[in-house]
């Protein structure tokens, strides 16, 4: 496929004639081609104004054939072979067996949710029959089910230029569950971009779908972004990113004259609790698990540790970890925007008082150097100047920790209550410290989406039970997740029907469950009057 620069409109291209932008190779600093011009006021109205006349006919689709639709796409994505690989790692800096493994994710997680669809029980239809001759007042006959939103805003993620991107979780979840979808590519990979959403406009194609069923917009700023947001056809938002742009996305979303959902999974410290049987039966194991997932992707995954709680004596742990990580090359970070902030966060944490330095690299000699090299960094405090300093709890993109040690249980379960909302939080230890630190499991269940058990953050299952969210301000709603079954439920109202003639209702909540699907009736999980049943 040939690289046009050009953003994907329904059917069309847009002009060239917005800002224009560039990917970049940040191991070489040079720019790739073609340049990327961002989209009009006028171009994002009508990705908007195709999106909800496509709607109706896209939302009225047999979850047959939306499933349909999401393998056709997965299997164009497979299709793009190394042309993608090699875009994607130019633009990210990302080594290709890395790239070819999110592919690989992404066009897992297609095939995940089309199943999903296929089964169609995911719309949890519920159904109270009547009771005319109740007693004092009759029961009306009450069906329900989940029905779509309308349009979906989808904002590409720097981190995963597959997984989180143009058909990523939030694309795949919208596109399920019957929403047409109009994304924002991310400035990092803006050709892996367009490859990707080629593939999804040939797949809409092959498919015979309506016109604005899906489009995909660049900004050289942030007035795209915005106008996306604010524009009342759309009627939800997903959002992976910074804390800043989230936070000023979700601004935008709450001051509309009609606010709606606005889901961001932001940042995410993913505390580490390493107890005292850990170090003492396998400290040297966990130290090195430790390290690789705090490292992996030059720590540039939301799921990165970036804390490591211990309780009394551990710097035997403590020495083997630093160890590693003071021996760890330098790497390639995703973009200059990227290594810069995460330059200027380690010299700025290095410089507050109540924090040692135990590693720094080469990372604050690399501070005025061009490049996206960096290395990792090791900082260290104690509980009582952690409990004192909110901003230890900011998140270093990147691969830095900061140790905190606990001389008690009691200082260990403040840590823990202090937490901000994260994603992730980790207990290494015994079956019988889940017994003897059962407050702490309790607590961190209150502060996390995901609590792990001796293992580490970094990978997340897409399966039905996986939570990949967690509370504010990890996202901007706890209640979600961004990858799993439950993230279909995200771009979903109930819609509710009383009293109505069997055959004006929707398809599964008709009394013969023509669907086949499982339902709950009068209270009861039932998968009844099938077709040929």
């Not at 089309?114 to 949890?124: C, L, P, R, Y």
């Not at 009306?140 to 904002?155: H, K």
């Not at 300093?389 to 823990?416: H, K, M, R, W």
Request: aromatic share 8%; with cysteine.
């Amino acid at each position: 496929m040939e690289l046009t620069g050009q953003s994907i409109i329904g059917y069309q291209r847009g002009k060239k004639t917005g800002k224009a932008l560039s990917g970049f190779n940040p191991s070489t600093g040079q720019p790739l081609m073609p340049n990327y011009y961002s989209a009009s006021e006028e171009e994002v109205d009508k990705a908007v104004q195709l999106a909800s006349q496509s709607f109706t006919p896209y939302s009225a689709l047999s979850g047959k054939d939306r499933a349909a639709f999401l393998r056709t796409i997965a299997d164009n994505i497979d299709r793009l072979g190394e042309t993608l690989v090699e875009r994607a790692s130019s633009e990210s800096g990302l080594p290709a067996a890395r790239i070819r493994n999110e592919r690989g994710r992404t066009c897992s997680q297609l095939k995940f949710f089309a199943k999903m669809i296929e089964s169609g029980s995911w719309v949890d239809a519920r159904i109270d029959h009547a009771e005319p001759t109740r007693v004092s007042v009759p029961k009306p006959d009450v069906r329900s089910m989940l029905q779509p939103l309308g349009p979906i805003a989808s904002f590409c993620a720097g981190n995963f230029p597959l997984a989180f991107s143009v058909a990523g979780g939030d694309t795949t979840s919208a596109l399920a569950s019957g929403n047409p979808v109009i994304v924002l590519g991310h400035y990092g990979h803006p050709g892996t971009a367009e490859l990707v959403g080629m593939a999804i406009q040939n797949a809409a194609l092959k498919c015979g779908l309506s016109e604005g069923v899906f489009s995909l917009l660049f900004d050289a700023g942030h007035n795209v972004a915005k106008a996306l947001v604010r524009h009342p056809e759309v009627r939800g938002v997903g959002f992976t990113g910074s804390r800043a742009g989230g936070m000023s996305l979700m601004e935008v979303s709450n001051s509309r004259p009609e606010p709606i959902p606005f889901y961001a999974e932001m940042s995410s410290i993913n505390p580490v609790f390493v107890l005292p049987s850990a170090i003492a039966s396998r400290g040297e194991a966990v130290a090195k698990g430790l390290h690789e997932s705090a490292t992996t992707g030059m720590g540039q995954f939301c799921t990165n540790p970036g804390v490591v709680v211990t309780i009394g004596d551990a710097e035997r742990f403590i020495s083997q970890f630093v160890a590693l990580m003071s021996a760890t090359a330098d790497g390639t970070m995703l973009n200059q925007n990227v290594v810069s902030s995460y330059r200027r966060a380690v010299s700025e944490r290095s410089k507050q008082p109540a924090v040692k330095v135990r590693w720094s690299a080469a990372t604050f000699a690399q501070a005025n150097t061009t490049g996206c090299s960096a290395g990792t960094a090791v900082f260290e405090t104690d509980a009582r100047n952690w409990l004192d300093d909110p901003s230890l709890q900011d998140e270093i993109f990147g691969p830095a920790i900061l140790l905190v040690s606990a001389t008690n249980p009691e200082e260990l379960l403040e840590i823990a209550r202090s937490l901000n909302g994260n994603l992730t939080a980790t207990i290494m230890g015994s079956a019988e410290d889940l017994i003897t630190f059962s407050d702490l499991a309790e607590v961190l269940g209150k502060k996390v989406g995901r609590v792990l058990f001796n293992g580490f953050p970094t990978g997340v299952e897409v399966c039905e039970a996986m939570v990949h969210g967690g509370p504010y301000p990890a996202t901007s709603d706890g209640r979600s997740t961004s990858v799993g079954g439950r993230a279909i439920l995200r771009f979903t109202r109930a819609v509710c029907y009383q009293n109505f003639p069997d055959a004006a209702l929707p398809a599964e909540l008709q009394e013969a469950n023509p669907c086949g699907i499982w339902r709950m009736e009068d209270g009861q999980f039932v998968q009844s009057r099938l077709p040929n049943g």
